[in-house]
């Protein structure tokens, strides 16, 4: 496996919220011969650079693309796609660009598109990792740690550690595969349509099951405050994700929707099964299989 050391000694980080934000935390402790920028507004990246996340913050798109190896693009899903022209054109030849976006089909089919011609190399990436409060102050260098971090690419052809598809060959992939590893994540080889797939179940169903329970206990409080008033730490723990900004889910929604619309369906027949079970014991058969499935997590 390459050294990420060789080939990664300016990066340039595109958006310095939380995952951008851990990204850099996280580089600077693995890569300490680095020089990580920081590319998002003024503000930011002066939060950036005070929680030691970046070393530089530019304002200018071009300015931060310039001489960077590898280009770690940490932004909603419609700015990835409103920037990737200009960042495939502005890309250095020898660079990597690889984004972190929670949908992969929408940005992985126009970065095919964009970087055909480029020596440029695009690696479409899903660090499965986060938290329900957003921005760099709530950034932690240990946020990939045990976390699972998706890759796109064509399982054709094994890489040389038999983990990956087709082109992981590619220096820049194979260092990019090994500085993942090295900030404690497992990085997880497939598709762009099975990842949708995929985290439209484990990812984006959870945080909109959390929604729709908010909403139940908000419209079932009364003006004493019950029932919210006799909640404790499992409910507190069930409505984490409804901590989450819409500003993070809006192009989520967007790009997946087919995807979440066949798990949200999957969970109103579940939610229907339970009900018309609440009076069997049956009903004993579904916790068993619940906690099978939560021993597997």
Not at 13 to 20: A, F, H, R, Y
Not at 23 to 34: E, I, P, S, T
Not at 279 to 289: I, K, N, V, Y
Request: glycine residues 10%; hydrophobic residues 45%.
């Amino acid at each position: 496996m390459a050294a990420p050391e060789a080939h990664f000694r300016r990066i340039a980080i595109l958006g310095t919220g939380l995952i951008g934000g851990s990204f850099g935390l996280a580089v600077r402790r693995v890569l300490q011969g680095a020089r990580v920028v920081g590319w998002d507004r003024e503000h930011i990246l002066r939060e950036a650079e005070r929680a030691d996340a970046i070393q530089e913050g530019v304002v200018e798109l071009d300015g931060a693309l310039a001489g960077a190896d590898l280009i770690y693009v940490a932004l909603p899903v419609g700015v990835t796609l409103e920037l990737l022209p200009q960042i495939a054109r502005r890309a250095e030849p020898h660079a990597l660009v690889t984004d972190a976006g929670s949908t992969k089909r929408a940005v992985c089919r126009a970065a095919a598109k964009l970087f055909e011609q480029s020596t440029a190399r695009f690696l479409g990436g899903h660090p499965m990792a986060g938290k329900e409060l957003a921005g760099v102050g709530h950034a932690d260098a240990e946020l990939f740690r045990d976390a699972k971090y998706a890759l796109i690419g064509e399982a054709s052809e094994k890489s040389p550690s038999d983990a990956g598809p087709a082109g992981a060959q590619d220096a820049r992939v194979a260092g990019f595969v090994a500085l993942v590893e090295s900030l404690g994540a497992r990085p997880v080889w497939l598709d762009a349509e099975t990842h949708d797939w995929a985290v439209a179940i484990v990812s984006h169903l959870p945080q909109l099951v959390s929604v729709a329970l908010a909403g139940v206990v908000r419209d079932e409080t009364d003006e004493t405050g019950l029932p919210v008033t006799l909640g404790g730490p499992g409910l507190r723990d069930t409505l984490r994700l409804a901590g989450s900004s819409y500003e993070i889910w809006r192009d989520i929604g967007l790009t997946n929707p087919d995807n979440i619309a066949r798990a949200l369906d999957r969970v109103v027949q579940a939610i229907e099964h339970l009900r018309m079970r609440l009076s069997s014991r049956e009903l004993a058969d579904e916790f068993a299989a619940a906690n099978e499935l939560y021993k597997m997590l």
